[in-house]
């Protein structure tokens, strides 16, 4: 242990983050021209390099770096659920595309959805999913690709369209029993988990209808602009796939699971196992062929004639946009080369499909997204053993005047937990604990912390790019967070952004903070008594 870092210390490590991040995703260049230009376009040596500079502040401050270490290894501790449970999606995308079982989805959905309810039906149906699964990431990683082929067919921009299943995989995320932030945030605050969830109604239900309200108008405006590729995309879900209704089950089975309260990893791993069966039986997949597949993913296997002697007449076209086949380009290049050439929907659709599901899924995918983890748990770990992230949200206490300002500054300090620690679960433990004995102080029952953590905490976490969330839902739906086509999914994603202002509107106007009566009050004072006694006596021997 070292002494006290100063609040200029902590905030110097935040903002040289903040300019290291700037500097790697080239926003520097484009603000101050060549100088400070660089093309590398990610994050994880930004994060180790502020990692780099936090141990080094931590250091000459009396910090051994064998104390440091040991909080990185704690941070990484914390996220090896996460980080099991993403390999284990990837394991699951890659046996579901080849299985047919996506491919199935993309078919009947762009059957049974119209473009003007697209956006509506997306969120509440991943509202569902996710309240049956009780997580985001499965929810995003398997409905959600389907989703975003079904809105591509449908003419919906892909960056609309993520943001409608961001915002249905949260709301059932934040409601669900099974999932672990809805049983963490209770536990930081020491509410009951089931006061918590029916304390949070009040303020995610709200959010919900507005998201879905305009969900609603922007469907009606960005409908039918593209409705004759929809049936060209749908038979090319027939070109490498033999597609039935028995294709639904794995995910049908995965819900059930989930729901009779077996844990996630082995229910999705029942998952992996139906899909298996089922891409066997129907699609023939030998069983040599199937490591292959769970490890690096699945790539499509042939094509049409008209596809692909299109493609040897336009190798000239092809190359001058730096790609050596239709699927290599981008969708804006292939898009403007399709225009220029007056290509047919036919190949236009299974260009769409096969864009969509090609490398997709495979343990080997998540690689990039588990790495970032790591490097954001590194700093995340040294930033908060060494005390820094914790003086940076008690400085933020100063400003908690009244209930109002105590919810504000309770969101502030898990979006910046979000943004500095780049981890969702970091940004409802810290603030928990931060402010726990404050809410208490003010005769605050406790589920109304807890409701803040998930509005907060949970909720901004996938608008973060860098943050583990929303590494891993730029990785399942394949659009960037901010900026990218369409402006990234996180300027669509209503419910995280609307979420975080109705807590603070009823934290301004007292609407549903419920008080502790004098017994509850009572006895939350003897159990903080008893704990301080507890850690003297643990201290002392």
Known sequence: MGRKIPLWQALLCFFFTLIVLMYCLGILGKLFGDALACDYGEVHIALLTSATFA??????????????????????????????????????????????????MIYYGLLILKPSIFLFAACLLCCIVALATGSSWTTAGTIGIALIGVATGLGIPSSMAAGAVVSGAYFGDKMSPLSDTTNLAPAMAGATLFDHIRHMIYTVTPSLIIALVIYLVLGMRASGNNLDIVEPMRQACL?????????????????????????????????????????????????????????????????????????DKLADQIASYDADSFLSMDAGDFAALAKEQGLSTSIIGEYNIDKLI??????????????????????????????????????????????????????????????????????????????????????????NLSRVLEDSGTIT??????????????????????????GGYGRYAFLNLINPLVSIFYGFTGITMMKMTDEEYEKVMQAREKEKQEALANLEA
């Open 461 to 486: 976490s996938c608008l973060v790019p860098w943050n583990t969330c929303g590494a891993t839902m730029q990785k399942f739906l394949g659009v960037k967070t901010w900026g990218g086509p369409g």
């Open 55 to 104: 141990a080094i502040v931590a250091a000459l401050n009396g910090y051994k770096w064998s104390f440091l270490e040991a909080g990185m290894l704690a941070s990484i501790n914390r996220s090896m659920q996460a980080i099991l449970i993403l390999a284990e999606v990837g394991l699951l995308i890659g046996c579901w595309v080849a299985a047919g079982v996506v491919p199935a």
């Open 239 to 311: 070109i490498n796939f033999k597609l039935n209704l028995w294709m639904l089950i794995p995910p049908i089975l995965v819900i059930v699971i989930v729901a009779l309260k077996i844990p996630a990893i082995p229910g999705i791993m029942g998952g992996i196992v139906a899909g298996m069966i089922i891409g066997s039986i129907f699609n023939g997949i030998g069983l040599a062929d199937w490591p292959g597949i769970l490890h690096y993913g699945y790539s499509v296997p042939g094509f049409t004639d008209a596809y692909t002697q299109a493609q």
């Open 358 to 447: 090609d490398g997709k899924g495979g343990m080997n995918s998540m690689m990039w997204t588990i790495n970032l983890i790591l490097c954001a748990m590194c700093f995340g770990g040294i930033m908060d053993a060494s005390g820094m992230l914790g003086e940076i949200a008690q400085s933020l206490l100063h400003f908690a005047k009244g209930t109002g300002g105590l919810v504000t500054v309770t969101v502030i300090s898990c979006i910046i937990m979000n943004i500095i620690a780049g981890d969702q679960y970091l940004s409802l433990v810290l603030p928990g604990r931060m402010y726990k004995e404050t809410y208490e102080d003010r005769r605050l029952a406790p589920r």
